[in-house]
């Protein structure tokens, strides 16, 4: 399995912008479809973004669409979320996962890897 890290978190005012990366060990991401999941206090976990295996598809929640933007460096071993515009309910732990499937996909059962998260804070 490949071994995923959260990194670029942290506290932002409304409006404001942060770049969250996932960096991959033990195995390529190229063989992954790549995904954004994230979790408030007292809220179930909910899918943000995710991107194919070399980057041309990408899909995202209606709720961050036009404002959240995924992408991947594969010969880095590294997966991006730019989020711009931030809003207070966007505040949650950030997760990325790594998923075996073909096809991108937002349910989080067809991811097998995650990382351990980042915290993002919005205030207003």
């Known amino acids: 399995q490949v071994q995923l890290v959260e990194s670029g978190g942290g506290l932002v005012q409304a409006g404001g912008s942060l770049r969250l990366s996932c960096a991959a060990s033990?195995?390529?991401?190229?063989?992954?479809?790549m995904g954004w999941f994230r979790q408030a206090p007292g809220k179930e976990r909910e899918f943000v973004a995710a991107?194919?295996?070399?980057?041309?598809?990408?899909h995202y929640a209606d709720s961050v669409k036009g404002r959240f933007t995924v992408s991947r460096d594969n010969a880095k071993g590294t997966l991006y979320l730019q989020m711009n515009s931030l809003k207070p309910e966007d505040t949650a732990l950030y997760y990325c996962?790594?998923?075996?499937?073909?096809?991108?996909?937002?349910?989080?059962?067809?991811?097998?890897?995650w990382g351990q998260g980042t915290q993002v804070t919005v205030s207003s």
């Open positions: 996962a790594a998923g075996s499937r073909i096809i991108v996909t937002t349910k989080s059962d067809d991811y097998a890897s």
């Open positions: 033990g195995r390529t991401i190229s063989s992954y479809v």
């Open positions: 991107i194919s295996r070399n980057g041309p598809i990408t």
